[in-house]
Protein backbone atom coordinates (compact mmCIF):
# COMPACT_ATOMS: atom_id res chain seq x y z
CA UNK A 1 0.00 0.00 0.00
CA UNK A 2 1.10 3.49 -0.67
CA UNK A 3 -0.20 6.63 0.83
CA UNK A 4 0.05 9.75 -2.04
CA UNK A 5 0.23 12.98 -0.22
CA UNK A 6 -0.68 15.64 -2.64
CA UNK A 7 -0.34 19.66 -1.42
CA UNK A 8 -3.01 21.35 -2.68
CA UNK A 9 -2.53 23.93 -6.22
CA UNK A 10 -1.48 27.79 -5.79
CA UNK A 11 -4.05 29.41 -3.78
CA UNK A 12 -5.65 32.83 -4.20
CA UNK A 13 -4.76 34.63 -1.44
CA UNK A 14 -7.92 38.01 -0.23
CA UNK A 15 -6.87 40.33 2.05
CA UNK A 16 -8.56 39.77 5.05
CA UNK A 17 -9.94 36.17 4.61
CA UNK A 18 -8.06 33.78 6.57
CA UNK A 19 -5.91 31.20 4.51
CA UNK A 20 -8.66 28.35 5.39
CA UNK A 21 -10.80 30.47 3.08
CA UNK A 22 -8.62 30.82 -0.14
CA UNK A 23 -9.95 29.26 -3.37
CA UNK A 24 -7.18 28.39 -6.11
CA UNK A 25 -5.63 30.95 -8.16
CA UNK A 26 -6.97 29.72 -11.74
CA UNK A 27 -3.35 30.77 -12.81
CA UNK A 28 -1.95 27.55 -11.58
CA UNK A 29 -4.31 24.71 -12.87
CA UNK A 30 -1.99 23.83 -15.79
CA UNK A 31 0.35 23.09 -12.82
CA UNK A 32 -2.33 20.82 -11.31
CA UNK A 33 -3.59 19.39 -14.37
CA UNK A 34 0.56 17.99 -14.95
CA UNK A 35 0.15 16.27 -11.47
CA UNK A 36 -2.67 14.62 -13.51
CA UNK A 37 -0.48 13.64 -16.16
CA UNK A 38 2.32 12.83 -14.76
CA UNK A 39 1.99 9.52 -14.04
CA UNK A 40 3.28 9.73 -10.58
CA UNK A 41 -0.27 9.01 -8.59
CA UNK A 42 -2.35 5.56 -8.99
CA UNK A 43 -4.42 4.94 -11.71
CA UNK A 44 -6.99 3.17 -8.63
CA UNK A 45 -6.96 4.82 -5.17
CA UNK A 46 -8.99 5.86 -2.50
CA UNK A 47 -9.46 9.43 -2.71
CA UNK A 48 -9.78 12.06 0.21
CA UNK A 49 -9.50 15.90 0.97
CA UNK A 50 -8.94 18.71 2.98
CA UNK A 51 -12.34 20.19 3.24
CA UNK A 52 -10.73 23.99 2.13
CA UNK A 53 -11.75 25.17 -0.94
CA UNK A 54 -7.89 24.89 -2.22
CA UNK A 55 -7.76 21.06 -1.53
CA UNK A 56 -11.25 20.56 -2.50
CA UNK A 57 -10.36 22.19 -6.33
CA UNK A 58 -7.44 21.04 -6.23
CA UNK A 59 -8.68 16.82 -6.12
CA UNK A 60 -11.65 17.76 -8.79
CA UNK A 61 -9.10 18.64 -10.73
CA UNK A 62 -6.99 15.60 -10.54
CA UNK A 63 -9.67 12.69 -10.65
CA UNK A 64 -12.79 12.25 -12.15
CA UNK A 65 -13.62 9.90 -9.16
CA UNK A 66 -15.70 9.94 -5.80
CA UNK A 67 -13.51 12.16 -3.34
CA UNK A 68 -14.16 11.93 0.30
CA UNK A 69 -14.14 15.45 2.55
CA UNK A 70 -12.66 14.95 6.09
CA UNK A 71 -12.60 17.90 8.47
CA UNK A 72 -9.69 16.19 10.27
CA UNK A 73 -7.73 16.96 6.89
CA UNK A 74 -7.48 20.43 7.27
CA UNK A 75 -4.06 22.62 7.65
CA UNK A 76 -2.69 23.33 10.54
CA UNK A 77 -5.41 26.20 11.90
CA UNK A 78 -4.36 29.50 11.58
CA UNK A 79 -7.53 32.22 12.62
CA UNK A 80 -6.11 35.23 11.66
CA UNK A 81 -6.01 37.31 8.51
CA UNK A 82 -2.52 38.84 9.09
CA UNK A 83 -0.03 39.06 6.35
CA UNK A 84 3.07 37.41 8.44
CA UNK A 85 6.37 39.23 7.03
CA UNK A 86 8.32 36.06 7.85
CA UNK A 87 5.80 32.88 7.55
CA UNK A 88 8.03 30.44 7.24
CA UNK A 89 10.29 31.81 10.89
CA UNK A 90 6.53 31.42 12.05
CA UNK A 91 5.97 28.04 10.90
CA UNK A 92 9.45 26.98 12.19
CA UNK A 93 8.45 27.68 15.42
CA UNK A 94 5.39 25.95 15.39
CA UNK A 95 7.89 22.75 14.57
CA UNK A 96 9.96 23.72 17.30
CA UNK A 97 7.85 24.09 20.02
CA UNK A 98 4.50 22.16 18.67
CA UNK A 99 2.65 22.19 21.79
CA UNK A 100 2.30 25.84 22.05
CA UNK A 101 0.63 28.29 19.22
CA UNK A 102 3.04 29.71 17.51
CA UNK A 103 1.11 33.37 16.33
CA UNK A 104 -1.98 34.87 17.75
CA UNK A 105 -5.06 32.42 16.36
CA UNK A 106 -2.89 29.64 15.14
CA UNK A 107 -3.32 26.15 16.66
CA UNK A 108 -0.30 24.51 18.85
CA UNK A 109 0.83 21.69 16.17
CA UNK A 110 1.03 19.09 18.13
CA UNK A 111 -3.43 19.74 18.13
CA UNK A 112 -2.23 19.42 14.48
CA UNK A 113 -0.62 16.49 14.09
CA UNK A 114 -2.69 14.49 16.12
CA UNK A 115 -6.01 15.45 14.38
CA UNK A 116 -4.12 14.60 10.94
CA UNK A 117 -2.62 11.68 12.56
CA UNK A 118 -5.32 9.97 13.76
CA UNK A 119 -7.96 10.59 10.98
CA UNK A 120 -5.26 8.98 8.25
CA UNK A 121 -5.47 5.96 10.48
CA UNK A 122 -8.93 5.36 10.35
CA UNK A 123 -8.72 6.28 6.57
CA UNK A 124 -5.85 3.85 6.14
CA UNK A 125 -7.31 1.02 8.40
CA UNK A 126 -10.76 1.14 6.01
CA UNK A 127 -8.56 1.05 2.57
CA UNK A 128 -6.08 -1.20 3.75
CA UNK A 129 -5.99 -2.84 0.72
CA UNK A 130 -5.29 0.01 -1.80
CA UNK A 131 -3.43 2.98 -2.06
CA UNK A 132 -4.90 6.30 -0.89
CA UNK A 133 -4.40 9.73 -2.29
CA UNK A 134 -5.06 12.43 0.51
CA UNK A 135 -5.51 15.67 -0.92
CA UNK A 136 -4.60 18.66 1.57
CA UNK A 137 -1.49 21.03 3.11
CA UNK A 138 2.22 21.43 3.10
CA UNK A 139 2.46 21.98 7.00
CA UNK A 140 -0.07 18.98 7.93
CA UNK A 141 1.31 16.57 5.43
CA UNK A 142 4.56 17.52 6.54
CA UNK A 143 3.95 16.95 10.79
CA UNK A 144 2.13 14.05 9.39
CA UNK A 145 5.27 12.43 7.47
CA UNK A 146 7.13 13.00 10.79
CA UNK A 147 4.39 11.26 12.93
CA UNK A 148 4.87 8.27 10.86
CA UNK A 149 8.01 8.15 10.33
CA UNK A 150 8.36 8.96 13.60
CA UNK A 151 11.80 10.93 12.18
CA UNK A 152 11.85 14.83 12.44
CA UNK A 153 9.71 17.07 10.79
CA UNK A 154 11.76 17.68 7.62
CA UNK A 155 11.65 21.46 7.46
CA UNK A 156 13.88 21.67 4.40
CA UNK A 157 11.21 19.89 2.59
CA UNK A 158 8.66 22.09 3.40
CA UNK A 159 10.32 25.05 2.49
CA UNK A 160 10.45 23.82 -0.74
CA UNK A 161 7.43 22.07 -1.54
CA UNK A 162 5.86 23.41 -4.64
CA UNK A 163 1.97 24.30 -5.48
CA UNK A 164 0.85 21.33 -6.27
CA UNK A 165 3.50 18.90 -4.66
CA UNK A 166 3.36 15.36 -3.76
CA UNK A 167 5.02 12.99 -0.81
CA UNK A 168 4.71 9.54 -1.12
CA UNK A 169 4.99 7.42 1.35
CA UNK A 170 5.44 3.64 1.09
CA UNK A 171 3.70 1.11 4.11
CA UNK A 172 4.03 -2.12 4.87
CA UNK A 173 1.23 -4.43 5.03
CA UNK A 174 0.53 -3.70 8.49
CA UNK A 175 0.48 0.06 7.39
CA UNK A 176 3.69 1.07 9.04
CA UNK A 177 5.53 3.48 7.14
CA UNK A 178 8.58 2.03 4.96
CA UNK A 179 10.13 5.37 3.64
CA UNK A 180 8.90 8.71 2.59
CA UNK A 181 9.64 10.18 -0.76
CA UNK A 182 9.00 13.98 -2.22
Do not use: N, Q
Not at 81 to 91: G, M, N, Q, R
Not at 121 to 142: C, Q, S
Request: glycine content about 8%; hydrophobic content about 45%.
Amino acid sequence: MTLFLVRHGRSAPRSGVPAHEWELDPAGYDDIWALRESGRLPDRAAWFTSPEPKAIGTASLLTDGEVGVMLDLREHVRDSTDLIEDFPAVVERAFAEPERSAYVGWEPLASCRERVSRAVEGILAAHAEEDVVLVGHGTAWTALVAALTGEPADLARWRTLAMPDLIVVTLDPDGRPGTAAG
